[in-house]
């Protein structure tokens, strides 16, 4: 979120914030009113009402408070192509609702049709005025705070050059090491020592105050923070956190305290209930679509050899809770116990039904219903067998941390190649690597982008046996 404390005048940035959240809301039930009354459909009662659980949704999908760094660096495509990816979650949502509660054909089918239509170019055209709007706030030199930061270290850089990206005046830095000590380059400014900060700030009439000093140093920023109680700065204490390796880093408080998320699932609030919805949408539409080729699957698995159908497995799903998991029956055995030998190239173990069905990956389709009953997620770590996760979490450190979310039929180490046997705990460290990236980078546009690979993958992927 753009940080009003970074303007002299913060009022425009507040509202520009608040007609984010509110602007799509109220665009998303008035183009169903100007729908209605097009075909000269009364507006009211169950439009009335579709008009409000939109605009809720809406609120929830489109007022998503976003960076500086989207307004200032995406592109004009990437915002349209995400306005219209939130417009198919919201209206996936709706339909999901509608189906449910039985009401879809209580409308009318050209209203809601000129509605799918118009409603996203309104919404797409809001997104680009918002857009402009922002950058203009966010660019404006004139209504910018003047600041200094106090410790020079890759942190103080990397947040004096993205206020400098908001056309935020940066004075410096203030060190106590020497300026070859530090090796700054040319074009950074050392305005001095520690001791020389409260002058400087009298002298210059600095408006913001950032502290970038480690952890560590806590006695001497309370003896910096004391000594520009003279002053009217208004001053920001940037703890160098960044030595962890952080999952989900951000602040919050409780009851007034303040705390610093450093390893925290990516699906709590909003976030979870946009993801869940999502699984439900899309797996709901897929196993309609493949129920067929499911039941014609499992016929074929059932006539080739002996056992059942369906593979239940026993994997660690959200928490590190035991689930089971469904898979089409790939092998002549069926091992879901203390030790389970991974499949391996030309196993003999792997029915010739087994055998085409890895190869494509359509023995994990009735993981659909696993989605479904809210035990996986379509996109996420891929489970592995319990035997698996109590070898390798006592040899990888992290590991356990992927079970921060619900695992996925698909994920980011999969799509990157990181699939099929880990023939050695190197193969095993990269595929977890993947996955708590993507804990760290989730967002539904990363989820599609996932899926879209998968696609690709499954046709030409050579590691599938």
Known sequence: MPEPILYRNSMPVVLAQALQALLPAAATAAALALSARYFGVPFDGQYVGLAAVAAA??????????????????????????VAVKWVVLLGTLLLIGYFLKVSAHYSRRVIGLWILVAPLTLALIETLLHRLMRRLLLDRGN??????????DLSRDLARRLASMSVHVHGFFDDRSTRRLG??????????LKDVTGYIKQQSIDVIFIVLPIRHI?????????????????????????FDLIQARTSDVMGIPVVAMCETPFSGYRGVTKRLLDLALASLGLLLIAPLLAAIALAVRLSSRGPAIFRQRRYGLDGQSIVVYKFRSMFVTEDGPQIVQASR????ITPVGRFLRRFSLDELPQII??????????????????????????IKGYMVRHKVRPGITGWAQVNGCRGETADLADMQ??????????RRWSVAFDLRILARTVMMVIQDKKAY
């Open 57 to 82: 949704l809406a609120i929830g999908i489109f007022g998503r408070p976003r960076a500086a760094s989207y307004y200032l660096t995406t592109p004009r495509p990437v915002a349209m192509l995400n």
């Open 144 to 153: 910018a705070r003047r600041t200094v930061l106090v410790g020079y270290n």
């Open 184 to 193: 700054a380059p040319h074009g950074e400014r050392l305005l001095g020592n």
């Open 219 to 243: 006695p001497r920023v309370l003896t910096i923070v004391d000594e520009l109680r003279d002053t009217t700065a208004s001053i920001y204490y940037v703890p160098d956190i960044h030595v």
């Open 346 to 349: 030309n196993d003999p173990r």
């Open 370 to 395: 696993n989605v479904i009953q809210g035990r996986m997620s379509l996109v996420g770590p891929r489970p592995h067998a319990v035997a698996h996760n109590e070898e390798y979490r006592k040899l």
């Open 430 to 439: 990269a595929r977890i690597n993947y996955d708590l990236e993507y804990l």
